[in-house]
């Protein structure tokens, strides 16, 4: 039998009963996402992969920390790049946790790190499940992509990995245990920033986490939903082209199509189309600080689709009457990009939310 009919067959059961199914609240499906998400946890076991280094007026620190034991019984660890002023601080620092796009790592967040160090934060980017130090073998989203084609092709009923987000989520969560452990770091300050696949890993991380005190998703906030049901599709599968190629061949299918999308965005990041989509997560952000910048013509990101989480989290900030703080920004005639206005905005924002008046 060939791979494609054994997936669709193991597949339709459960896109039937997505389909069936009656719609979570938002704070239902809180519950439900961390549910999906939950495994077991390990020690933390924190090391300093380097001593500490000054360079210029910063002090930086390089920390890894355990997250998960895998299937094979490895150990899971996590990279930390962490970046603050080398001035000694009697107080504990607010945090800022950076995340970068896809192919990305979290070297290349380094102009931010210093941004937000500078203003005083205790800055921290950390790289994505199969990007950076994590594979070190591998270049850009070469390993990432080829980690999500193993996830889709896991035989139902077996033991199988989310690395399309869901992991890094998880991964998320743990830096948020370590972070707030440390006796340098004001665990009610902590905001997180990403770009791109960052950006939607801050708003699944953050949403159901309240541990996060402001969030700031740039050019990520969308409608999965909307996206497939009004063949939008393209610039997301686009973003890991190969795995949605090898699902397309798996399935019989000689393209890409709504078909494929939907088989493997419900397998690999199952819930995204319906309980778990931007929409109705964002409303869950509600009494927190929340930064939002898209791109008017973002092929990533559909504008009409992110419009509707846009429009549930204004709705949702109206009736809890905190509308100050919810800020939305839409680039007209921009694509996927995060503009320099945007940089600054939400660099100003974090600042006006995470510092003390003192600071």
Not at 89 to 112: C, D, F, Y
Not at 115 to 121: D, H, I
Not at 291 to 315: H, Q, R, S, V, W
Request: net charge neutral; glycine share 6%.
């Amino acid at each position: 039998m060939r791979l494609g009919l054994l997936l669709a067959f193991v597949l339709l059961p459960l896109t039937l009963a997505a389909q069936e199914k009656k719609p979570l609240t938002p704070e239902q499906a809180k519950e439900a996402f961390r549910k999906q998400l939950e495994r077991p946890k390990v020690p933390l076991d924190a090391r300093q992969e380097k001593d500490p280094q000054e360079v210029g007026n910063f002090r930086i620190e390089l920390v890894s920390i355990a997250s998960e034991k895998k299937v094979d019984g490895t150990i899971e660890r996590v990279p930390l790049r962490m970046v603050q002023l080398k001035e000694p601080r009697k107080s504990p620092r607010p945090v800022m946790i950076l995340l970068h796009g896809t192919g990305g790592n979290k070297e290349g967040m380094e102009s931010w790190l210093e941004e937000f160090a500078s203003l005083g934060f205790l800055a921290v980017a950390i790289d994505a499940r199969y990007h950076g130090a994590r594979v070190p073998e591998a270049k850009g989203a070469e390993a990432y992509v080829k980690a999500i084609i193993k996830a889709w092709q896991t035989p139902a009923g077996q033991a199988q990995e989310h690395p399309f987000y869901y992991d890094t989520v998880w991964d998320l969560w743990r830096v948020l245990d370590y972070l707030e452990k440390r006796p340098d770091v004001d665990a009610k300050r902590i905001g997180m920033l990403g770009i791109s696949m960052g950006g939607i890993q801050t708003y699944l991380a953050a949403a159901v986490d309240d541990r996060v005190a402001v969030a700031l998703p740039l050019i990520a906030v969308q409608s999965f939903k909307w996206s497939l049901e009004n063949d939008q599709w393209a610039g997301r599968a686009n973003t890991i082209k190969a795995a949605h190629e090898a699902a397309a061949k798996d399935l019989g299918e000689d393209r890409v199509n709504q078909k494929v999308c939907r088989a493997l965005w419900n397998k690999i990041i199952p819930g995204i189309l319906d309980d778990f989509d931007c929409p109705n997560l964002l409303p869950l952000f509600v009494g927190r600080p929340l930064f939002i910048a898209n791109g008017e013509l973002d092929p990533n990101c559909p504008i009409e689709g992110a419009k509707l989480a846009m429009d549930a989290a204004t709705k949702a900030y109206k009736n809890a009457r905190c509308e100050e703080k919810l800020v939305i920004r839409i680039n007209k005639g921009i694509a996927h990009k995060v503009t320099d206005e945007d940089r600054k905005q939400a660099v100003a924002f974090a600042q006006k939310w995470l510092l003390k008046a003192d600071e």
